[in-house]
């Protein structure tokens, strides 16, 4: 088994932060296979059924290797010192990917959590003689407002969508000014919607529930203008660019953990591959649900202001769920990737068009995972 670098082998420890989530047993899983190193898998876990629970699940994700390979440690972020009970011996990398998610997360939570959580982690760091890499994983969201060409670099305070870019931006922050001196990586990740580019998905997310309301007729608007680029990728692609940004040989810094520009697609092209899939279904023909108008950021924030006003019902929910970030459907945008294919030679290519078409396919056929036969 090859070390990092594709080189000679090198043996290691990695502490990785909410490795029971999406995005950390992706990370665990590639780990596993490109490097030798043994792996911390830190979790949240409230008591010793929980942790069971935990364990089994990630046995179920990682298989037989991680008995031999990995320690599985019950840690809660938003604690005082929660790795404090830690080695910090023999350390040579700490993967910070423990965060909450939603767009519509309550803003105290996002800080505890997202925030003072990557502080915390941070602060353990520091503690690590051996350290050769700190990856925070963060979001493209944690631009914000910012609208053009977003660099590789810090970025200032344009105004958020919601409290969860507003908390990624500032856990960003945070570990810039405080790592400094440490070997830090910033990965700012894309819109996951598959596993893989067989479209299957295993998490779900608000793209996958927006093409659900499109589905049933629930949502006849797209919030958001058709050039409007989007970022969409898949969780093996993810996957491959941390591990390859983790070597220690390579150098650190903020990265877009992204598609470069030119391969990405728009909103109008997503929306448009989406319909063109549903439109193969008996059901929604049967339906005869016409393709969703494209509103104006006016006229999105009336529909948003009625939502507030709605009683519970199918389209205050429906409303309810792009509320959080439709906005940025407006904000066109188009991230940087210098340095992240400096240090990625040789990326993983995805067509995003046809990753969608595959994504909506699986939701379609399995029901939004309901079918689970399929």
Not at 4 to 18: D, F, W
Not at 45 to 73: H, M
Not at 96 to 122: K, M, P, S, W, Y
Not at 238 to 262: Q, S, W, Y
Request: include cysteine; hydrophobic fraction near 45%.
């Amino acid at each position: 088994m090859r070390g990092r670098g594709g080189g000679a082998p090198m043996i290691g420890i990695t502490v990785l932060t909410g490795a029971d989530g999406y995005v950390g047993h992706k990370i665990a899983a590639d780990l596993l296979e490109h490097t030798d190193d043994r792996l911390v898998l830190v979790v949240r876990a409230s008591g010793k059924d929980e942790l069971a629970a935990k364990r089994a699940r990630l046995e179920r994700l990682l298989g037989p290797v991680l008995d031999r390979r990995t320690t599985i440690v019950p840690a809660d972020l938003r604690e005082a010192d929660p790795l404090a009970d830690l080695d910090t011996k023999g350390v040579t990398a700490v993967v910070h990917a423990a965060a909450v998610i939603r767009f519509n997360v309550e803003r105290d939570l996002a800080q505890r959590t997202n925030v003072d959580g990557t502080a915390r982690v941070c602060e353990f760091a520091s503690r690590c003689p051996d350290l050769g890499r700190l990856a925070v994983i963060s979001t493209l969201y944690a631009a914000g407002k910012h609208q053009g060409r977003i660099a590789e670099a810090p970025l200032g305070d344009a105004g958020f969508v919601n409290h969860y870019e507003w908390s990624k931006w500032a856990a960003e922050q945070h570990a810039l000014a405080a790592c400094a001196d440490l070997p830090l990586s910033v990965l700012r990740l894309p819109t996951i919607i598959a596993d893989d580019l067989s479209g299957t998905v295993s998490q779900y997310n608000a793209f996958h529930n927006t093409v659900k309301l499109f589905f049933y007729g629930l949502l006849s608007v797209v919030p958001g203008a058709k050039d409007t680029p989007v970022s969409v990728v898949t969780g093996s692609f993810v996957a491959a660019a941390i591990t390859a940004l983790l070597d220690p040989c390579k150098p650190g810094g903020v990265f877009n953990v992204c598609p470069e520009h030119k391969n990405n697609a728009t909103v109008g092209e997503l929306v448009d591959t989406a319909y063109t899939v549903l439109e193969r279904d008996e059901g929604f023909r049967r339906r005869r649900i016409l393709r969703p108008l494209y509103c104006d950021p006016e006229s999105f924030k009336d529909l948003v202001e009625t939502a507030e006003v709605l009683r519970k019902g199918p389209v205050k929910e429906s409303l309810d769920s792009v509320a959080s970030f439709g906005e940025q459907l407006f904000l066109s945008k188009e991230f940087a990737t210098d340095a992240l294919y400096a240090v990625w030679p040789e990326p993983v290519i995805e067509d995003p068009l046809a990753l969608v078409e595959s994504t909506v396919s699986h939701l379609v056929a399995t029901r939004w995972g309901r079918n689970s036969q399929i």
